[in-house]
């Protein structure tokens, strides 16, 4: 059994595991896990909490007596399941919470059978430690370039099609799954704060800081989930190109983009209940009678200039900020694909 001492996130690009297992109870791997791992654990969100109660209430050693019995037992689970295929010649990283003794006792088993096992030294909590020194604690010194709008400006799709030049980009509504509005909801929930966080900084290692990165204007909150520090103060200072088009366009757009929420007017009219305290009464029975009636265009160009032009205006004059204005025909491909190589070009 080799203990492994993770000194920064980049080393984890490198590992010659065939697998990272992570043996904490079902709840902390949701909460957030390296990236990459398997969930084994070795005890179960109930059985964790009842050695823990055994602990601080009875006694050390007798929580000690039973977690290491239930221990045995999941580990044979496993053995007899998920890795009962894994031949000899297999690499298994383990790790728990602090590297101690649920991940000890686990590599010990799996050593014992022959295997070459890694044991992550510090466990999840030196994961985390360099996750919070990227995000939190460091300078980040990427350049980075805002693509910045209004609503139905076709940012997203823009950022994509950046991507598809060969343009670095970081997808922070991709990664929080959410649109960033209080539409922005997906079918993907949404991660953890800290799991989350683990998928920017791990993004954050692929890039190139010598290279300009891509990125959609944000407020510091995409739903329900907040930008790290040492990220969002890097967007405050970026370069921004703000886009620009015809609210027919910009609706159509919106249309296309949201479609899935076409689907479910009851939704949708909730949603539209929640615009109550910025709108009056009879606005949102206008927009609760277009959602009724599916016109769904009339509806978008009525948000955009009613409620998101408007706020969006607000939070600009707020910010001592310069636009390079863009200004689009349409929102089409094509257009969004020729935009996108002409700043690729201007920022290569």
Request: hydrophobic share 40%; glycine share 6%.
């Amino acid at each position: 059994m080799t203990p492994l001492t993770l000194t920064s996130l980049a080393q984890l690009h490198h590992l010659t595991v065939d697998t990272i297992i992570d043996v904490r109870a079902p709840a902390e791997y949701a909460e957030d896990h390296l990236p990459g791992a398997i969930n084994l654990p070795v005890l179960t969100d109930a059985q964790r909490a009842e050695v823990g109660t055994i602990y601080t209430r009875e006694s050390p050693f007798k929580a000690r007596k039973i977690g290491g019995a239930l221990v045995a037992q999941n580990t044979a689970l496993h053995l007899q399941g998920p890795l009962a295929d894994k031949d000899g010649a297999w690499q298994p990283l383990v790790y728990c919470w602090r590297g101690g003794q649920r991940s000890g006792a686990f590599a010990t088993i799996l050593d014992q059978v022959g295997w070459r096992v890694q044991l992550l030294k510090g466990g999840y909590k030196s994961y985390r430690s360099e996750v919070v020194k990227i995000l939190y604690k460091t300078p980040l010194q990427h350049r980075l370039i805002l693509v910045d709008g209004g609503t139905g400006t076709a940012k997203t799709a823009l950022l994509h099609h950046l991507a598809a030049q060969g343009a670095q980009i970081l997808d922070l509504e991709g990664l929080a799954a959410h649109r960033g509005s209080l539409f922005g909801s997906v079918e993907t929930p949404q991660p953890a704060q800290k799991m989350f966080e683990s998928r920017i900084a791990a993004a954050l290692t692929t890039l190139d800081p010598d290279k300009v990165t891509f990125v959609e204007a944000e407020s510091s909150k995409i739903g329900e989930r907040m930008l790290p520090a040492s990220l969002w103060a890097l967007m405050c200072n970026a370069t921004r190109m703000r886009i620009t088009a015809p609210l027919t366009a910009r609706s159509r757009f919106l249309c296309e983009a949201y479609a899935d929420l076409t689907q479910d007017k009851a939704k949708f009219s909730a949603l539209l209940d929640r615009l109550r305290p910025y709108h009056s009464t009879a606005q949102i029975t206008e927009w609760q009678a277009q959602v009724n009636a599916q016109n769904w265009q009339t509806l978008a160009s009525g948000l955009i200039t009613a409620h998101y032009d408007p706020r969006y205006a607000k939070s600009v004059g707020r910010r001592d900020v310069t636009f390079h204005d863009i200004t689009l025909p349409d929102l089409s491909d094509d257009t969004l694909e020729k935009t996108a190589q002409r700043m690729q070009a201007q920022f290569s």
